[in-house]
């Protein structure tokens, strides 16, 4: 009641339509790995972004949605804000100065933005996630 019945969009983008996706089958592009990050072994990483926001205001936020995935190795990394829900594989998330998470099919983790991790990836490990983080032309 007192809806007129049109949405304000709070970004620049048009709303995203709904929509449905099998996430444990969906096709993913190879990322580039930054040789840096890799510790050992030989990670490979893939992804699809499903939806991204645009930064309302410049050094504003924006909010990234998608399906990611590494295969057996470890790699650092300086995470974004993050929840993720892992769909199939295994791993150890270590935190430079904090806990160490066991993570596997069904976990939902949290991570905070700036973390410094160390992934310890047993099984590939696909996931359904969504960061939040600012633009690094703004930054």
């Known amino acids: 009641m007192g809806h007129s019945g049109k949405i304000e969009s709070m970004d620049q983008n048009p709303p995203t339509p709904p929509f449905a996706l099998a996430a444990a089958d969906a096709v993913l592009t190879p990322d580039e790995l930054d040789p840096e990050q890799i510790v050992s072994g030989e990670p490979r990483v893939a992804s699809a972004v499903l939806h991204e926001s645009a930064a309302a205001e410049p050094g504003g936020r924006v909010v990234e949605r998608g399906v990611w995935q590494i295969t057996p190795g470890v790699v650092t990394d300086v995470e974004a ?59």
Do not use: C, M, N
């Open 81 to 139: 804000d993050e929840v993720f829900v892992v769909l199939s594989g295994r791993a150890t998330i270590e935190f430079q100065d904090g806990p160490t998470l066991e993570v596997g099919p069904g976990d939902v983790a949290v991570l905070p933005e700036g973390a410094v991790t160390r992934w310890t990836v047993h099984e590939t490990l696909r996931k359904v996630y969504q960061i939040t983080y600012v633009p690094e032309a703004d930054a």
